[in-house]
DNA sequence: CATTTAGGTAACAATTTAATAACCTTATAA
DNA sequence: TTATAAGGTTATTAAATTGTTACCTAAATG
C-alpha cells in the first residue's frame, strides 16, 4: 500500500465529483474520478484505490452492482466501499450493508463530514511497515526474530538480534559505541567495557566475520564488503 | 480476539440496552451492558469488546469522554467505538469521528440498520485471516473450534485453542510474552509467571513438540520446522 | 451429589543468556 | 620500532528465563 491512501470516486454527476474531489485533495488523498459504473470496475483494478465512493444512481452499472463485482473479487476484499445516494431508504441502506458495503452516507452531505467519515474509515485499514530488511544476503526480520542468510535460518539470542537489528537497519552507517550502549541497553544500566565486543564475536561466529566491520575509536557497522 | 464477537452497549436507558442487547444476541453476539460511563470504561477493560456502542449523554462520563480515555489506551486501539446518539448535529458529529469514534448512529434507529451497520463494522476486523489456517500439516478452524492434525481431529481445552489460535494467525511470528496476556488474558486479570508456558506444554503434548518454538526472553511462534 | 475438566499456581529443575575477568592481538602514533 | 590504546578471545559465573510436575479450586457434567 502506498503512503498517501487512495480514494475512488463515481459519480455521474459532474459537479459531485469536482466538489468531493476537491474536498478530498485538500486533505492529501490521492483522487481518482469514474463518471458510471464500469468506468469505476476499470479504474479500481487500474488504481487499486483503497477507498471506493460509488453513487447508487449511475447509468450502465448501479453502484450496488458495482459492489457486488468487486466484491466476488479476492483482490477488493480488503477494499473500503461506501455508497453516497440520494435514496434514504432503509431497505437499500440495509441491502448494500449486507452486500458488503462499508458504509452508507445519504446526500445531501456536508463535505466536513463525508471527510471526517473517509479519515474514520481509512484509519482502520491497516499500514504494514516492512519488517524485513536486507542487506546483501541477509535478511533480517523483525517480525520472526531471525536472521535469514541466504536461504537459512541463523538463530541469534536476543541481545545480539538486537544488536544486528539496529546497525543493519541503516546498513553502512557506524554507530558509537556509545550509541549502541543507549539503544540496546538503555541509559540506566551499565555494562562494563567488552560486554559489545564480546556480543559482536559471537554474532560474527554466527553470520560469518565479514558482516560487521570495527571502525577503531568509534564503533561498528554493518557492510557487506 | 475471541471466537464470538463482544459489543459493550452503554445506555442509561434500561429500555434501548434491552431491545439493542435483545436485536444482538439474537444474531450470535456476546453482549455486555453498563448503565453509564464509568461503568462502561470498567466494564470495557474487564471484558474487552470488539465494539463498543455508545449513549452521548449519560450521568457521570458521557460518550465522548469514555471515548477519549478509551482512546489514549493502546489496549483499545483496536476496539470499535460507535456513538448511538439523540444529538443529530453535524458538528457534534465531526467531532465524534475526530476523536476517534468509527461510526455515529442517530436515535431513532430501527434493529434492522443497527445491526447491519454492526455487522459491516465487524467484517472488518474479523477479516484478520481466514478463518481457517494450514500451517504444515495442521488446519486451525476458528469457526468450528477444532484444530486437524493429518486429518485427526485434536481437542484442545478453550485457553489452548485461543492460545493456538492466535500464534497460528500469523504463523512464524513471534508473539511477546506480554501481547499473549493481553490478547488472550486481557488487561485486567493477572495471571502468574508460569500459566503461559504451562498452557504451552499442553499444547506442545497434544499437537506434538514441534509446533510452537520458544524464542527466550521475547515470547513464542507457531511455525512448522 | 459425585465426578470430571479447565485453568491456574507453587516449587523446583533445566536451560539459555549475558556479563565479566583475564589475557591476547593488532593498529597506530611518537 | 615500540609503547599504547583499542579491540578480540575465551572460559567462567551469575542471572534470567523457561520447562515440568504435582496439586488446588471452581465450574461444568452427568
Redesign the pocket.
Known sequence: MSITKKILIADDEPDILEILSFNLKGEGYEVITAKNGDEAIDKAKAFKPDLIILDMMMPGKNGMEVCNILRTQSAFAGTLIVFLTAINDENTEIKSLENGADDYLTKPISPKVLLSKVSSLLRRIKTEGPSIVTVGDFEIDRERFIVVFKGTEI????????LVALLASKPGKVFL?NEILNR??GTE??????????????I??KLG?DC?????????KFEIS
Do not use: M, N, P
Open positions: 538463530i541469534l539470542a536476543r541481545k545480539e538480534f538486537e559505541r540496546i541497553w544500566v551499565i555494562v562494563g567495557d567488552r560486554t559489545i565486543d564480546v556480543h559482536i564475536r559471537k560474527r561466529q566475520e560487521i566491520s570495527t571502525v577503531k575509536g568509534v564503533g561498528y
